[in-house]
């Protein structure tokens, strides 16, 4: 029997599968996905995550990537530049998925979990109310059978284990946005910048390989017209700043558009008998804020710390797993309600009527 079962091996699940193994216990940590493997993603990892890969000793490895460090953010309306917000603690990441999800799945095995790359998870087991293991398979072998002392979901926001358990969402605020990205050489930036315009949003960042991903979003209204026309839906949101639209066009493009409207807002209760759920799992927020990894390894830290509380016997399960619930949210709740500020659009409105009207 094992400890834990960690259900994904992404950004949540590696590191709560490496903190935990750290401390002792027996992981066993499985994806239906092979690594290296690339991800939707909003590849940021603000100062907060950083200074956590900094802690786990894998900010080295980010960095080897070629991954540039982001030490400036600048914000426009349109092409007009907006005053400048506070200056950053430290610089942020924005790498790849298929280098970063690789470096953290490497230091999950080799702090002694045991992966199982490929492998598709048919059932959560639950006896008596209680979560018992997960049955799944291989892309060639038969079904097995596993059993853990808990059962962690860090599969995504349609997380399998939230279903099985029928985890309770206490605040959920839908899908508010429609979001497409690709990546760009040829063009040089200095940080990251964000424009806003009354027909959504534009965020570039570099990244890897001399690369700049560029990201659109708008309301989820626009879904239809991205889903038909994305390359021309994608440029009509990049003409409302119409000097960085030209940069762009001046670029070349080097892989397919990538995007989706499935971006809900939620929190879902974390945690019961035999289960717990972390990173997008348990709490979704739309990605217009770049949170997501960050919270990820936040929430691993915290999620690992609760459950070594628990299986070391310091204190009961549902008391250290209700308060790794209560950290999580009193941290996230900030986030999440500028988020959905941000994704309703509310902000680039705001920021609309400062910007003085053109003369007749």
């Known amino acids: 029997m094992y400890d834990a079962i960690v259900v994904g091996a992404r950004c949540a699940g590696s590191p709560t599968a490496m903190l935990l193994a750290q401390r002792g216990y027996r992981v066993l940590l499985v994806d239906k996905a092979t690594f290296p493997s690339d991800k939707l993603s909003t590849h940021f990892i603000l100062a907060a995550g950083v ?6 000793g894998l900010l080295e490895p980010v960095v080897a990537t070629g991954c540039p460090p982001i030490d400036r953010f600048d914000v426009f309306m349109g092409d007009m530049p907006l005053p400048a917000g506070p200056p950053q603690d430290r610089a942020s990441y924005c790498p790849r998925r298929y280098l ?33 293991g997960i049955t799944g398979h291989s892309r060639r072998g038969a079904k097995v059978t596993e ?22 969402k206490y605040r959920d605020d839908g899908s508010l946005t429609v979001g497409y990205y690709s990546y760009w050489s040829g063009l040089a930036m200095e940080g990251a910048e964000v424009h806003f315009s009354t027909r959504g949003g534009v965020l570039a960042f570099p990244t890897n390989n001399e690369q700049v991903c560029i990201a659109t979003g708008a309301g989820r209204e626009r879904f239809p017209e991205f889903k038909t026309k994305i390359e021309e839906t994608f440029f009509h949101i990049l003409d409302a700043a119409p000097k960085f639209a030209a940069r762009v066009r001046a670029a070349k493009r080097e892989e397919r558009f990538q995007g989706t409207a499935d971006l809900p807002n939620f929190f879902r209760k974390p945690f019961g008998d035999g289960w717990a759920l972390v990173g997008d799992a348990g709490y979704m927020r739309d990605p217009v804020t770049g949170s997501g990894i960050t919270d990820a390894f936040r929430d691993a830290e915290l999620l690992a710390t609760a459950l070594d509380e628990a299986f070391s016997g310091r204190h009961p ?20 309600e500028a988020t959905l500020q941000m994704a309703s659009g509310a902000l680039a409105n705001q920021l609309a009527s400062l910007v003085p009207a053109p003369a007749p």
């Open 100 to 132: 970063l999800d690789k470096i953290l799945v490497d230091a999950a095995v080799a702090a002694g979990v045991e992966l199982r790359e490929a492998f598709a998870v048919d059932a959560i087991n639950i006896e008596g109310g209680k979560v018992t």
């Open 317 to 336: 399960a549902a008391e250290a797993l209700a308060g790794y619930q209560e950290q999580r949210d009193a941290a996230a709740l900030p986030t999440y």
């Open 51 to 56: 200074t956590q890969l900094e802690k786990w």
């Open 147 to 168: 059993q853990a002392r808990y059962v962690i979901g860090a599969d995504g926001h349609n997380s399998t284990v939230a279903k099985a358990v029928s985890a309770p």
